[in-house]
Structures are given as C-alpha cells and as structure tokens.
C-alpha cells in the first residue's frame, strides 16, 4: 500500500517542540525526525485517521472509555517514568496535560520522546491496547483553549503546560479471548498501515 503525504502532517503553527535540547545530546539524535520515524516526521491524530483508521477508531473508544492513560517519559539519568494522564482528542490532534511543576513536564521539556500506553483493568477484560511512541511538542493557546472540558482550562496558563503528541509509531492490540485470537494493527508516516493475525497463547 502506497504512503499518502498528508499536507497536515507538519503544521508549525500549532505547536513548537517542547524541549530544547543540547547540541550533540542523545536526546537530540535520537528525536531528529529522519532518527525516529524517517523523512516523513512526526505526524497527528488526524493524520493517523486518513492512514490507519481502524487504529483511529479503536484507539479513540479506548481512550473516551477509561479517561485515563498511562505516559511514559524520560528522567534525567535515562531511566523511564510513567504517569497518568487525561487524554483529549481535538482538532484532530492528541493532547495531553501536566502541572507545570511536574516531574513529567520537566521530563519532557528536557527530552520530548513519549510513550502512551492505555489502561488495562484486568488480565481477562479482553480489552484492546493502544500503543503510541513519539514526541511531544507545546501546544499554541488557540489549541490548548479549543480543549474546553480538559482540566487544564481552569487553570491559569503558567500553571499547566499543555503537549500535543505527535505520532512516530501507532500500535492497537485486539484480543478475541473466546476465539484465542489477537490481532494487531500497526501504522507509521514511514511505512504505512499494515496488521497481522495469530492465535496465542
């Protein structure tokens, strides 16, 4: 299946990176464009809905069922942090909230690189899993407003930095427990949409 380039898969105007990184940083190869996702770069929820939109449609069931994600980011000595957060989808975009005090807004002014991971409640829910890798980047004030029901916008301004999460690699696991089947969908701007069935255990 032949990649489409979207004309909104780089908008500057909406966001500007979130961390600034050292010259010669790990942080900094390993968040160039080409070094995490190819030439196409990062891309947006929106993005993902024109590639990929089984991933689209179930990622977003999963995120408006639970309200709450799992975020992972990177402390100073490397090591990984995880964190809830809110999840909100608007504009076509994914966006995500912290105090701006917080441990996990420090990480990623320091280093934009993020997972999420949805919730899980239970070993046999058989509910799916979305899976994201990218980088994080501030949100302008016209996005972070349209947010209206997040939490943030009870907030003065300085006190929550708000992060869209632009999208390098998108996964979603389905689980068929009566069947004994898990079916995974994958999509980049890279490479495209592509999924693979098997049974398991």
Request: net charge neutral; glycine share 10%.
């Amino acid at each position: 299946m032949e990649e489409q380039q979207n004309p909104h898969a780089l908008d500057p105007c909406a966001y500007r990176p979130a961390g600034r990184l050292e010259r010669g940083s790990c942080a900094e190869v390993a968040c160039n464009v080409n070094g995490m996702a190819g030439k196409a770069g990062m891309s947006d929820w929106r993005d993902m809905e024109l590639g990929a939109p089984v991933i689209a449609r179930l990622g977003t069931a999963r995120l408006h069922a639970a309200r709450v994600a799992m975020l992972g980011t990177l402390r100073p000595d490397g090591s990984p942090r995880i964190s809830p957060i809110e999840p909100y989808i608007v504009d076509g975009r994914l966006l995500v909230g912290a105090m701006s005090w917080s441990a996990k807004a420090a990480d990623l002014r320091r280093d934009p690189r993020y997972v999420l991971h949805s919730i899980v409640t239970s070993p046999d829910s058989g509910e799916g899993e979305l899976k994201l890798h990218g980088i994080a980047a501030e949100a302008g004030s016209g996005l972070r407003g349209a947010a209206s029901q997040a939490w943030w916008s009870a907030q003065p301004p300085d006190a929550a930095a708000v992060y869209v999460l632009r999208l390098g690699q998108a996964l979603f696991v389905a689980w068929d427990i009566e069947q004994g089947v898990m079916t995974v969908y994958r999509w980049s701007p890279q490479h495209g949409y592509s999924h693979t069935t098997r049974t398991y255990p």
